[in-house]
């Protein structure tokens, strides 16, 4: 974790990750080449120990090893790593190495790719450059890398000025395999006119089985594109930069307009590549504990070999500096959920200095955590708890993804005739802050935040540190300096001692002084998607106008040509691959004791955890009240931010800043591994913080569970409103996951229960909620909840940390526990006998989007049963093997695919899909299809290490022993689970396809997005989304 990543928004809302990690909590917004199919994080490494011996002495400056210089080395103690900054000779590619004692190594290579219009060429080229390549000539290596690998990261991504193709594994011949083909693909990619159609853009008849059908726009890209254009959040944040940065790479879209994207030609993206993927415009990145000299003698002899230096003109400029400031407003689609008189958002944009220098970047860090973040920020006073509007506007903070700064700050869903209001009181706020200066305590808060964060133990340090990294690197920036955290910290130190009034006067300089501010509205527009698809037709009718009757000849044959290359089994016999026997045999056991303090079973972990100490409780909810049952989520979401005891919620919020990496609160509901009716709900608690602050951190718990303050109406509103368009702004990129979870309520009851709390049933709850003008009813439910929830009776908890730090750590928790309230009987487990499945249901949830999400979702076993690890490893197989090629390649989704949910829940989904209907029939297909039994043991072998890159991905020594908490699977049932799922047959897969997803009767299936007016006709239920499930509360 650099410094600059914890600050920043890094990598920030321009960058686009071409896997989309669409069952990702990540905060980022980059474009992925396709939507990751399991897991819910980037993985990560065990913990690293200090590096016993530091490498620094055995790298000196200008020690040549290969063809490579030492151009610098440092060791780098407070992250336990050397970093070694090396150039090769010949090329003048440049490397950094990380060696560090963490088994989870990384790879990547960026180029510095700055487009110069919107046709997405740097986008699409990152999609065709994985589509084959001199030694892979396979039609799809990358995804099918996917299945042959046990990688804990693989993804490309588009910034608005690098691409970088990046991948993380625990296994040493996985890392080789996927470093050949990596290279391969980005230095010697065939880049096929038919991918290039594939990926990016073509033109072909609407219905290739009607060849006299309308001629329509196709293609991946252009697809991702409209729905990323269909997000108002999104237009408005890339808008940001456009108006800001005009001059330059960031006044165009680089993941492409979809009304520029036609305009692209494969001689184009062809050049695109021969400009930019060159060595002497290339920086490389290992990370871990395989040695660097391995690396370097790969790349020197398969890739550096073939090229020589070249100049290459791909150098950001900084934007010339402007004397006044700009006004914009532009159109945004319109938001169904939110009220149609409060949907305009507004913010001022300030260019800030370049992100090359550490300190400066650090120092924009601070500032902008400072104005914005928590409570006691200015601006949360100034606009927050105006009322004016529901949450700050999208983009709001510092991002330092770009060469230079970006600082945004504004209000959304406002009501027009207020902006002028909003954007006075942001440039008064600024005014009083330039007189006043910040609270020397928040700035101790944030320089806690990185002491905590450089102990804070995660899986996915190697590919952090690079994303925090590369927006400075990218521009020549010394890689190294920034990862000096310490030294940051206390040149930064300095500053603020030697000037008193410092940060005061960077805010002058930033933003007082600084003309260089856009001031952008954006407004709704009803006939927004209208235009865009009218746009859309008129390029249409121009880009076929002229098209003769050869021509359009010439457009059925690749359409076909294209069509073809999808249906061929792809021979990947070339491709390297690991084997079933490569999975490790066994996995590391957690050292757990389970003991009891009083009435409450504490589960104890001992784990390397450096010296931070994790806490988490489940509270059951079992017990609580109907009536007060929909309203946990919204107690969750307030009860650690409304004060208690002695404080308001300022100090509140300041205490936990000062003394934790912070007090989350969320609500659970899951079924036990045995069972499919039983399930547990309830709050979960969880927090962590420095060993040397654990008494202070309960003592936080203590005081909201004994004293928490509910009566500041103000600061409820603004949670409430928060929340609630928090929620809303999540249905148009999350889709699929409201669908499936209204798919999966039909079935089981604790899926049931998480619609009601997290579906779309509670966005149409909280809603009227919000709007409310009265909200003092609301508040009294909270009440209700805490009185009930926050004691000990229904508690159950654990604890990681090291064996020497243990029982401290208990006698604290004991201590808190013994001074709250004990009220009830512990009961966790519960069933819900009137629970009636509704097998068969099919809805149509309507909403304006331009895209569809599509969920078809059957009941099966409890993870205990014997047929649950071949459901899983079906699951991969039909997306993979199947699903893929029909609803990403055929049909031009972004994603779709078939996963084995927890509960006991098989679900089919698809995700930004243009098709409607038709997508159900693939699902269809897809169950026929795994029946005939069409595939063979490889294919089943690739499914079961796909399986295995979940099953076995790392675990950080914050969350070892989780699993067990929280669903009850100790390492023996998961070792069985694992056993299974290696013995799993052909014939077991073709097996349980027939018994449990062959009667389509027990599915049930939801089809999210614009209305179809042919479902109704098809038996659908046709409902509209906004109102759905409101009525049920
Ligand atoms: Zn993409």
Known sequence: MSVMRMLGRAPASSILQCRTQIFSSLNQRPYVLFPSHHSSQIPSPPAAKPAADPLQHDYPVDRRIGGFTVLRSQSIPELALTAVHLEHSATGAQHLHLARADRNNVFAVAFRTPPRDSTGVAHILEHTVLCGSRRFPVRDPFFNMLNRSLSTFMNALTSSDWTMYPFSTLNRKDFQNLLSVYMDAAFFPNLRNVDFRQEGIRL??????????????????????????????????????????????????????????????????????????????????????????????????????????????????????????????????????????????????YLWPEVLNALDNFCMGVVAKLLVSGPKAPFYAALLQSGLGSDYSPGTGLDNSIREGVFSVGLKNVAEQDTQQIVSTIRATIDHVVKTGFDAERVEAIIHEVELYLRHQTTSFGLHTLFGLMSSWNHDADP?????????????????????????????????????????????????????????????????????????????????????????????????????????????????????????????????????????????????????????????????????????????????????????????????????????????????????????????????????????????????????????????????????????????????????????QQINFLRPLAEAGDLRPTLDKMRLIAKHLLTNGRMRCSLNTTPATMKGALDELGEFLSAVEDNYELQHVVSDPGFQKRSGQRTHLTFPFAVHYASRCFPVPAFVHADYAALRVLGRLLSAKFLHKEIREKGGAYGGGARLAQDGLFNFYSYRDPKSLETFEAFERSVEWAMNGSFGTQDVDEAKLSVFQEVDKPVSPGDEGRRQFIYAVDDDLYQRHREQLLAVTKEQLVEVTGKYLADGEKAVSTLLGAADAEAAGRGWTVVAGGEEGAEKM
């Not at 293609?219 to 940001?240: C, D, L, P, T």
């Not at 079935?747 to 049931?752: F, N, Q």
């Open 480 to 760: 190294i300096q920034h990862l000096q955290v310490n030294q940051i910290v206390d040149q930064f130190r300095q500053a603020m001692s030697n000037d008193p009034e410092f940060l005061q006067k960077k805010v002058k300089e930033y933003l007082l002084d600084n003309a260089h501010n856009v001031t952008l509205v954006m407004k709704p527009d009803t006939a927004y998607e209208e235009q865009l698809k009218e746009k859309e037709s008129q390029l249409l009718a121009e880009k076929t106008a002229g098209i003769d009757a050869a021509t359009r000849q010439r457009l059925l044959e690749e359409a076909r040509e294209l069509e073809e290359e999808q249906n061929k089994k792809p021979d990947v016999s070339v491709l390297p691959t690991l084997k079933i026997s490569d999975i490790e045999s066994s996995l590391p056991r957690v050292n757990i004791k389970e003991i009891n303090y009083e009435n409450t079973p504490i589960m104890c972990v001992s784990a390397p955890t450096n010296g931070v100490t994790y806490f988490r409780s489940l509270i059951s909810t079992e017990a609580l009240h109907e009536e007060l049952r929909p309203y946990v989520p919204l107690f969750c979401q307030i009860a650690t931010k409304m004060g208690a005891g002695e404080m308001d919620y300022r100090q509140l919020s300041q205490a936990i800043e000062l003394k934790t990496g912070g007090l989350a609160v969320s609500e659970h509901a899951s079924h036990l591994f045995s069972s499919t009716d039983k399930y547990e709900q309830g709050v979960l608690l969880g927090s962590f913080c420095l060993d040397r602050n654990i008494g202070a951190m309960f003592g936080l718990w203590k005081d909201i569970f004994n004293r928490i303050r509910l009566q500041d109406l103000q600061q409820f509103a603004v949670l409430l409103k928060q929340m609630s368009a928090d929620m809303i702004a999540s249905l148009a990129d999350s889709g699929h996951s409201y669908a499936m979870s209204y798919s999966a309520s039909q079935l089981r009851p604790a899926a049931r229960l998480r619609e009601e709390w997290s579906g779309l």
């Open 204 to 349: 072909e008849p609407a219905d290739l089985t009607d060849p006299a059908s309308a001629l329509a726009f196709k293609g991946v890209v252009f697809n991702e594109m409209k729905g990323v254009f269909s997000n108002a959040e999104n237009v408005y944040a890339r808008r940001i930069h456009n108006y800001l940065l005009p001059s330059g790479t960031y006044g165009v879209e680089s993941g492409g307009d979809p009304l520029d994207i036609p305009s692209l030609t494969w001689e184009q993206l062809r050049s695109f590549h021969k400009a930019y993927y060159h060595p002497s415009n290339a920086r490389f990145y290992s990370y871990g504990d395989m040695p660097l000299e391995g690396h370097l003698d790969f790349l020197e002899t398969t890739v550096l070999k073939h090229f020589h230096k070249e100049p290459i003109d791909s150098q950001v400029k900084p934007e010339p500096r402007w004397t006044q400031p700009r006004e914009f407003t532009i159109a945004g689609p319109v938001n169904p959920l939110a009220p149609a008189d409060k949907q305009v958002t507004v913010s001022v944009s």
